[in-house]
């Protein structure tokens, strides 16, 4: 019985348990069901879904940065290449302690505290998650070091860049400018034309000078490239590539051989000068002393470097030739002689006694000649050889200060001159409603008296100044200075050449430009005040010297240059265009603090015109010298 | 000779079981390669070999009857508590976690052990009180499963601890226990959900909320599970082919040569390659119920049952994990995914399955 008993006990536990498996089993079933279910799901119903979602994984489009255009001057020689060379960048928020890991870096390749100073300059600058250089310019040995290592520094990378050099260094650097980091600034800018698309990659832009400028020529179409990319970013292979088109090639006006001749004909002296075609208003050089490397801002100016140039008071970055407003002295005076003669205010045989003063009537104080003394019988031609004062008081008072006005802003005082890069400041010419304007103050008579030498309110620029020679040299038609003359583009390689743009003849008789310009050339001859811009030269000059005033000086003091600190002695000025007969160049320069124009200034003009008629150097090099001769 | 050799080799084997089995390991060997990039054969051949010492303890275990393995049974639990204990006090730390124990020569997991013997030990338990059954009997496989299962809880090492528990409380379902009980614990147990919510670490618990929304956190816990979701849904019905998964052969599945290599698997074969592999799986499942069923003893029958089932929580909760329907927990893809320790006992439970399959005859006889 108990046999039996447990026989039906098993024989119950049996099918108890297979009960249990069958549930069990059936479980399983409907488990697997389920999964079978959301396989459905994903892989039929979804599918498209993940499909798109696998694909975004896999695939990033990466900008194809174009090359920048090169910057070539009239005779193709360069002045802004390129070069490839390898940079190590850093992505700091993918890097935890970044001053860290530059530590750990400095003992793989060498990191110089310069390098440390820039980058911190670079981080401080951009956002958290650009890639900054911490190295520029690897060599082959240093990059295979640095991939040896490589797993050491995550968010670190090698990459192959295109970097922008300047050759010339300083020569022409407020010219050609530069191009910098975008910074945000630049970031708005671009955001604001719409060419973010266009700068995706790019991380450089021109800053300054025909860089900035011409950025839009010179930058090209942004190309991209699908690539796989896996898990971490590495880009595995190229899926398909839309090339980028190069930035343009830009031939520009400078002879950058004239250009350093002008140069280093300042010496040591801060100033500016242009020199223009006067036909066609082409920059044949353009200086402003001292310059400054360009390439030191390429890839981020490290702050010593920066604080050198920012606080130094020579002032190198800023762009005298088209910034410096400086009162014109004597150099206007040839224009006010045309101005005379167009409105009969005077005749070319009428004379004026010169006691070395003049009186406003009603006023006690004088207006004194440069020239103790006096000229004695002064007409029109010997004001300009002589450059006489004292003809030009009574010949302001009896033009006024808005015939003044209204002539001179037809040679371009006044305005900006509209040459193509930015910065330029538009100088002043006074007249009766800007005066009002500005101070809510009358015009007084005495006022014009010193506009009548090119001082009190009138300040111009070089550019200005260049520009008005460049007008007269060339009979009075108004030139508008420009730097680019061509773009080559980049794929046909075709050169486009830029129109040049002239102003409207200017209503003054040739005759009386006649009698201007040959007063000018006397200017340059024995007996005028810029001897040294002529003698012994092949071929005639017409030129003026100017004095443009640092301070003040008291009625009745005597003007001790000699006494009075370096940096307070008067800037010396000069304009001049050769050959005089038939006047290829035209050009307007200022040696600052160089004292009189004919001492300083004349010379470093002869040097330029020898070099660009003649194509040498003068055989005798002139001393400058920053001290009062006699003339003005 | 040779047909004398080939006698003594399958003898203990069970020909359709092992077929599934060889096909699974087959279908897995594939995978590997294809997960450790298709560039070299070093991952297939270590899982070759874990596959042939995996299946040399399968023969061996095969060969041992199911009497001397309820002899086993016992000291097999007791060796594999006490080194749980001896984890626990002195086992070695890796990824926080405390599941090894350094032997100077090798490491050893002692938890794996558990996999195999706590059913052991549960159907050893209940078969000798198979004369009747008393709700007693159940608290006392209470016991015995609340312990290990408890020690490696501790570790911490959920999914182990998952399959451990699974096993034995297949053994005690499969023993009859009543439903009423079954349904009060259910109860319980969702009842102290708030408590064990407070006992799990947070990592645990990060798993848990993924499941639940996985583009909270997508770079961080989520992208587990996004990740291999993306694998498989592109994979569509056919698969993008062996070896051309992108999200696989790009880095994008972690871990995808062990714990997510369903997502390879799935991308690559798409709908049909993952209905075969259920298809594997029913079949193995289908018949070690069969075995199961047609077991002569309480202690062959409820191992075999457990066995089975266990193997089938394995295979659905890494398949649900991977597919994002059951939250991420250390379970690997039986058959198929690389490594050698969950491997070796679940061959090992096979070898339990053939040894009760094969020497039944001898026993009714």
């Known amino acids: 019985m108990s046999i039996g008993l447990a026989l039906r006990d098993q024989r119950a536990e049996l099918s108890t348990f297979r009960a249990r498996l069958l549930v069990a089993g059936l479980l399983a079933l409907a488990a697997f069901g389920v999964l079978v279910a959301r396989f459905v799901w994903l892989q039929v119903v979804q599918r498209a879904h993940y499909h798109t979602l696998a694909e975004a994984n896999r695939i990033s489009v990466v900008p194809v940065v174009p090359n920048r255009g090169l910057i070539l001057d009239r005779n193709g020689e360069v002045l802004a290449a390129n070069y490839s060379a390898y940079t190590l960048e850093v992505t700091p928020s993918k890097v935890g302690d970044v001053e860290r890991a530059i530590d750990e870096l400095a003992q793989v390749i060498e990191v110089s505290p310069r390098d440390r100073r820039r980058f911190r300059k670079l981080q401080e600058e951009s956002r958290n998650f650009e890639s900054l250089p911490i190295r520029t310019r690897l060599t082959e040995e240093e990059v295979a070091r640095f991939a040896v290592s490589r797993y050491r520094f995550p968010g670190f990378e090698i990459k192959a860049r295109l970097f922008r050099s300047y050759p010339h260094g300083d020569i022409a650097s407020h010219a050609v400018g530069y191009i910098g980091r975008i910074n945000e600034a630049d970031v708005r800018r671009i955001e604001a034309a719409g060419l973010a698309t266009n700068y995706k990659g790019t991380d450089h832009i021109g800053k300054l000078g025909i860089e900035g400028a011409y950025e839009k020529e010179l930058h090209g179409t942004t190309g991209s490239e699908q690539v796989e990319i896996d898990a971490g970013g590495r880009a595995i292979r190229s899926l398909s590539r839309a090339e980028p088109q190069s930035g343009n090639n830009l031939v520009v006006t400078l002879d950058v051989k004239l250009q350093r001749v002008a140069e280093e004909a300042f010496q040591d002296f801060r100033g500016a000068l242009v020199a223009l075609d006067p036909a066609t208003g082409d920059v044949l050089a353009l200086v402003s002393r001292p310059g400054y490397d360009p390439n030191l801002f390429v890839d981020g100016i490290d702050p010593a470097n920066w604080d050198a140039l920012n606080n130094s008071p020579d002032k190198p970055l800023n762009n005298r030739a088209l910034r410096g407003q400086y009162p014109p002295g004597s150099t206007i005076k040839p224009f006010m002689a045309l101005a005379a003669l167009t409105y009969g205010k005077r005749t070319p045989e009428q004379t004026i006694s010169d006691p070395g003063h003049w009186m406003l009537p009603g006023v006690s104080r004088p207006f004194r000649d440069w020239k103790p003394g006096g000229h004695g019988v002064v007409n029109l031609h010997k004001s300009i050889v002589v450059s006489c004062d004292t003809y030009y008081y009574g010949l302001a008072n009896d033009l006024g200060v808005d015939a003044i006005h209204r002539f001179m802003t037809q040679f371009g005082f006044g305005s900006r001159t509209g040459i193509d890069i930015d910065g330029e400041l538009p100088g002043l010419q006074p007249s009766t409603d800007w005066k009002w304007q500005r101070f809510k103050q009358k015009w007084y008579a005495g006022d014009t008296i010193s506009v009548g030498i090119g001082q009190g309110y009138w300040l111009a620029t070089p550019m200005q100044l260049a520009v008005a020679t460049a007008t007269l040299a060339n009979g009075g038609t108004p030139v508008h200075p420009r730097l680019v003359r061509a773009v080559q583009d980049a794929r046909t390689q075709q050169v486009r050449e830029l129109p040049v743009r002239l102003g409207d003849k200017l209503a003054i008789k040739p005759e009386h430009v006649e009698l201007v310009r040959a007063a000018m050339v006397d200017v340059t001859r024995p007996g005028g005040t810029a001897v040294r811009a002529a003698q012994g030269a092949p071929y005639l000059v017409g030129g003026k010297t100017g004095t443009a005033q640092v301070i003040g000086m008291k009625a009745g003091e005597k003007y001790d240059e000699k006494r009075v600190k370096e940096r307070h002695r008067d800037h010396a000025l000069f304009i001049a265009y050769a050959p005089a007969d038939a006047p290829r160049i035209a050009l307007a320069l200022l040696v600052e603090n160089g004292g009189h124009g004919g001492s300083t200034a004349a010379p470093i003009a002869r040097e330029v015109l020898d070099y660009y008629l003649l194509g040498k150097r003068p055989e005798r090099k002139l001393p400058l010298v920053a001290e009062e001769a006699e003339g003005d | ?365």
């Open chain 2, 1 to 365: 000779m040779i047909s004398r050799l080939f006698d003594i080799v399958s003898r203990r084997i069970d020909g359709p079981l092992m077929v599934a089995v060889v096909l699974a390991l087959a279908l897995g060997l594939t995978v590997v390669y294809s997960a450790s990039g298709g560039a070299s054969v070093d991952r297939v051949l270590g899982q070759a070999r874990n596959i042939a010492i995996a299946a040399a303890a399968l023969w061996v275990v095969a060969n041992i009857p199911p009497q001397a393995l309820m002899r086993l049974a016992v000291p097999i639990y007791a060796a594999g508590l006490a080194l749980l204990v001896a984890v626990a006090l002195f086992g070695e730390v890796r990824n926080g976690a405390r599941r090894w124990l350094n032997l100077g020569f090798t490491t050893l997991q002692p938890s794996e052990i558990m996999k195999i013997s706590v059913p052991l030990m549960l159907a050893w338990y209940f078969h000798r009180h198979q004369e009747g059954i008393k709700l007693r009997d159940y608290a006392v496989a209470a016991v015995l499963l609340a312990l290990p299962v408890g020690l490696v809880v501790r570790q911490p090492d959920l999914g182990t601890a998952l399959l451990i528990f699974a096993s034995g409380f297949f053994v005690i379902f499969l023993a009859g226990l009543s439903w009423k009980l079954i349904a009060g614990f259910v109860v319980a147990g969702l009842a102290s959900l708030p408590f064990l919510w407070g006992m799990l670490h947070d990592y645990q618990r990060r798993r848990v909320l993924t499941l639940l929304d996985p583009t909270e956190d997508p770079l961080g816990a989520g992208y587990h599970i996004i990740q291999s979701t993306i694998a498989i849904g592109s994979g569509g019905v056919l698969g993008k082919g062996w070896l051309n998964g992108t999200q696989a052969q790009l880095d994008f599945v972690p871990e995808r040569s062990t714990d997510f290599i369903l997502a390879v698997f799935g991308e690559e074969f798409g709908l049909a390659g993952n209905l075969l592999l259920i298809a594997l799986y029913v079949l193995i499942i289908a018949r070690g119920l069969m075995i199961a069923a047609n077991a002569s003893t309480t202690f062959a029958r409820l191992t075999a049952g457990a066995v089975t089932l266990t193997f089938f929580t394995y295979a659905f909760v890494n398949m649900g994990m991977v597919s994002g329907i059951l939250p991420v927990v250390g379970v690997p893809l039986p058959l198929v995914s690389y490594g050698g320790t969950a491997l070796l006992s679940m061959l090992a439970g096979f070898g339990i399955l053939m040894s009760i399959s094969t020497h039944k005859q001898l026993v009714s006889s």
